[in-house]
């Protein structure tokens, strides 16, 4: 029971982080009746174009944080990216405040050394062989211990940034220095990971509320320098594959606990499911589920942190993403090409409204539905080609 947004009974959510992502899970707490506020690192975020307010600050300074938190007093803080100050996000928690799905979440997955620990450690889960370095010196004894190929990533960075495969130990130099420039919180721990030759790749998106926990259609994905290109559901897999996922899902949503939409990332090979990350929140890949299903993953998550009932979820088409990415760093620029993607049938497109563009960075998203997977690939393939970015005045 809450009153209306903006009133002295709204229910206030906060947002930390407000891209693409972020601006879904806004759209669908509105939809419901929340206020919502929308912070992140730079203005006119998507987010923060449909928001109620918005802050900008630096979400890794714990002081700024927590005094804007203290100055707002949410209900509800949804962490919306991993670069957060997560430690002040834990006492925050310890003083009364929600944090989704819970703090700790927030804070294990914020690194990927706290989430990978966790599963292969705590829970021994099936992981790539790792390691951690802090120093090129470590970085090289690391690479020596799995071998080569690998995979070196920051250990605190998202959508492949900083992240590069290492074929030959002459490569740890320029890997290094890569993961130095993309890391999101200028530190310089790495890890190591075994480069998994995989068949396939997928989300299980996983959703704990009142009701208890469900998952969704599993979703394929292709990703090039570690960032997601396309997406499909459902993922053609094995019924023993599917049931793995589903028990690997199962076992790390359960230890991470709370409420809210998890995006499970696996490698699947002819016989093993192997268990790469996890995001306690919406996934990218996930923006599939805006043409697939009756509930996206962004109704599905505002649902579960309100604490209200998911008694059902249908895959009720299968359904294809494809990602508009820019190619170089400018604020003037346009979009064109809506209207040929338009024109296809069963095709829809989103355009995140990002004030400036960069290299690498993810503008937009084609999605379409059909009576199979492949011809929605297809399909929004060719809608995801229509599209462009117009750079210059
Ligand atoms: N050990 C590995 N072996 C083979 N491929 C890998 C490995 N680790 C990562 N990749 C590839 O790189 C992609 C991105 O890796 P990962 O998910 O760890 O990065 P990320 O920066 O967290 O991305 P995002 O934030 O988009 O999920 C994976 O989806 C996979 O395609
Ligand atoms: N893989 C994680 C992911 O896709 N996160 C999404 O990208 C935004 C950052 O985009 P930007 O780097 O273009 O600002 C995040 O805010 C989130 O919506
Ligand atoms: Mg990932």
Known sequence: MYGSPLSAQAKKMMLLGSGELGKEVVIEAQRLGVETIAVDRYADAPAMQVAHRSYVINMLDGMALRSLIEQEKPDLIVPEIEAIATQTLVELEQEGYRVVPTATAARLTMDREGIRRLAAETLGLPTAKYAFADSLEELRRAVAEIGTP?????????????QSVCRTPEEVESSWNTAL????????????????????????????SVTGTSYCAPIGHIQKDGDYIESWQPHQMSERQLEEARRIAGAITEA?????????????????????????????????????????????????????????????????????????????????GINEALALPQTQVRVFGKPETKIGRRMAVALSSADTVEEARALVRKAASSLYIEYGQ
């Open 150 to 162: 690998c995979v070196i990533k920051p250990i605190m960075s998202s959508s492949g940034k900083g």
């Open 256 to 336: 991470l606990g709370g409420a809210g939409i998890y995006g499970v990332e696996l490698f699947l090979a002819p016989d093993k499911v192997i268990f790469s990350e996890v995001s306690p929140r919406p996934h990218d890949t996930g923006m599939v589920t805006m043409a697939s299903q009756d509930l996206s993953e962004f109704a599905l998550h505002v649902r579960a942190i309100l604490g209200f009932p998911i008694p059902s979820i249908r895959l009720l088409t299968p359904a294809a993403s494809y990602t508009l990415k820019a190619d170089r760093e400018t604020p003037h620029f346009r979009i064109g």
């Open 181 to 208: 420039e993309g890391g999101r919180a200028k530190q310089t721990r790495v890890i190591v990971e075994e480069f998994i030759r995989f068949d396939s790749e997928i989300t299980l998106l996983t959703v704990r």
